[in-house]
């Protein structure tokens, strides 16, 4: 996500300090809570190319209450983004699928825990991202922006759930070679049991 513009699509309501806007793209955008540090670092970028700039806060106020602005070049920035082409930035072939194939030719049994473990981090994160799906509409046909909220939310669980299916196919054919590889080892053994009791 690009985090710099979902700021400026939050200042379009109004000026807010960086502890608003994280509560404003929390409430707004699934995926848990936003890292302040990640909030400031980006309005100090935003208000070095001169996107938002910084109000002085009221008297008594620390500077982490200091209020923030979009400027008409933010507004600019933030609707040329919104009209971009969408590109996704996920990779075809990420550190997981490179994993897969290398630590399946050298250590099935680590590639299993690693599967397993990255199941258990999905699992996780698909608990925090459900959430009720409203499709009402505004009488003007604008769409609500709880019912987009929740939209997000299922964007998120639908990930996670297609990741845990992806997973739970791979630790089933894996398990599967690994019981495989048990049985033929077994056979010798057998065979060679059989042919004792007929010498005697």
Not at 30 to 43: E, F, K, P, T, V
Request: aromatic content about 4%; glycine content about 8%.
């Amino acid at each position: 996500m690009s985090i710099r513009h979902a700021i400026l699509g939050v200042l379009l309501d109004g000026t807010m300090h960086g502890y608003q806007i994280a509560s404003e793209l929390e409430r707004r955008i699934a995926g848990g809570r936003y890292n302040s540090a990640q909030i400031y670092g980006s309005l100090h970028a935003l208000a070095e190319r001169g996107l938002v700039v910084a109000i002085d806060p009221e008297p008594g106020l620390s500077r982490d209450r200091r209020p923030f602005a979009i400027t008409a070049e933010g507004r600019d920035e933030f609707r040329a983004w919104l009209r971009a082409p969408l590109i996704p930035a996920r990779p075809l072939r990420d550190d997981a699928l490179v994993k897969l194939v290398f630590l399946g030719l050298h250590d099935r049994q680590q590639l299993i825990r690693l599967l397993e473990r990255l199941r258990r981090h999905h699992m996780r994160r698909l608990a925090g991202s459900r959430r009720s799906i409203d499709l009402s509409a505004g009488s003007d046909g604008t769409v609500d922006r709880g019912v987009l909220a929740d939209l997000s939310a299922a964007a998120l669980r639908f990930r996670e759930e297609a990741e845990l299916r992806w997973i739970d196919h791979c630790l089933t054919r894996l398990r599967m070679l690994h019981d495989a590889d048990e049985d033929a080892a077994d056979e010798p053994a057998e065979e060679d049991s059989a042919e004792g009791s007929s010498v005697s």
